[in-house]
């Protein structure tokens, strides 16, 4: 049996670390949305416990140091299955781009194998195991619309969600390690973005206010290390966008509209500056 799971690729409406915990780690406070730009991730079991990962792409690891062989191990560790697996996964998310991509694949992975080894978690229970991977796998295991809290573990999916919007996407030609981002974080010095607005804009379905909410408190840090990003955020507000944020650590800078036009307008512009861009819609 084979199972294909689309692997949606997220951006962060709201980005904000409030402190840092003693063992190092951030604690998170964001709100994510998923989109349309999807990896595509094969899962067949197999009889012999190797697990093996190939994809169509050249910056991907197919080892240890790929998420989705990561996820599969964890699964097969913590639940002692005699299996093993074979991963296909399609890349279509740019990598080390602040999108998800390598989050969300091993997110697929654990939702596919949960099925086939019949390990039957409830999604809460695979969604907090994820969290040994990777701190976005566990909303990646939703893919849906949240309020992320603690070291990423806490998902809380909003109802109503986010009304659909479209987003235009531009990725520099860098690739940022999120590691070394983090590192960076000076707490002392941190400009907080209005989490509670962005939130408060969703449940009331007020663009305007969403827009004027969004914000990345790590966006500073990518900004001094890789000017490219305000460069493209500058270039996307001259061509019409509202606002323009930085995902993740980085370097993708989006912009969010509620009509296709004027977001076709600024996709159309800002591809000609930056070629990797993409318009697309939210899930």
């Known amino acids: 049996m084979i199972i294909v799971e689309k692997a949606a690729a997220k951006v962060n409406l709201g980005l904000d670390t409030p402190f840092r915990h003693a063992d190092g780690q951030p604690e998170w406070n964001m709100v994510m949305t998923s989109i349309d730009l999807a990896d595509y991730v094969e899962v067949r079991s197999t009889g012999s416990r190797q697990i093996v990962v190939s994809s169509n792409s050249g910056f991907l690891p197919n080892d240890q140091r790929n998420l989705a062989f990561q996820a599969a191990s964890l699964l097969q560790r913590t639940f002692k299955v005699n299996h093993g697996a074979h991963i296909k996964i399609q890349k279509n998310i740019p990598v080390a781009a602040g999108l998800g991509g390598g989050s969300s694949d091993a997110a697929a992975v654990l939702r596919a194998l949960n099925r086939l080894w019949d390990i039957q978690l409830p999604i809460e229970e695979l969604a907090k195991l994820s969290l040994k991977v990777d701190s976005d796998v566990p909303y990646c295991v939703y893919s849906r619309t949240a309020h992320v809290t603690g070291l990423g573990e806490q998902v809380d999916v909003l109802d109503p969600a986010l009304k659909p919007v479209w987003i235009v996407l531009a990725k520099p030609n860098v690739s940022v390690s999120t590691p070394s981002i983090i590192r960076q974080i000076n707490y002392d010095g941190l ?93």
């Open 191 to 283: 400009a907080h973005p209005n989490i509670d607005g962005v939130l408060d804009a969703i449940a009331a379905g007020d663009h305007h206010q969403l827009l004027a909410s969004m914000g990345n408190a790590l966006e500073p840090i990518s900004v001094h290390r890789y000017p490219e990003i305000q460069q493209i955020k500058e270039r996307m507000q001259g061509y019409g966008a509202e606002t323009a944020v930085m995902s993740g650590t980085g370097p993708t800078v989006f912009s969010v509209f509620n009509k296709e036009s004027r977001a076709q307008r600024v996709f159309n512009s800002i591809r000609g500056f930056c070629p990797e861009a993409y318009l697309v819609r939210s899930l």
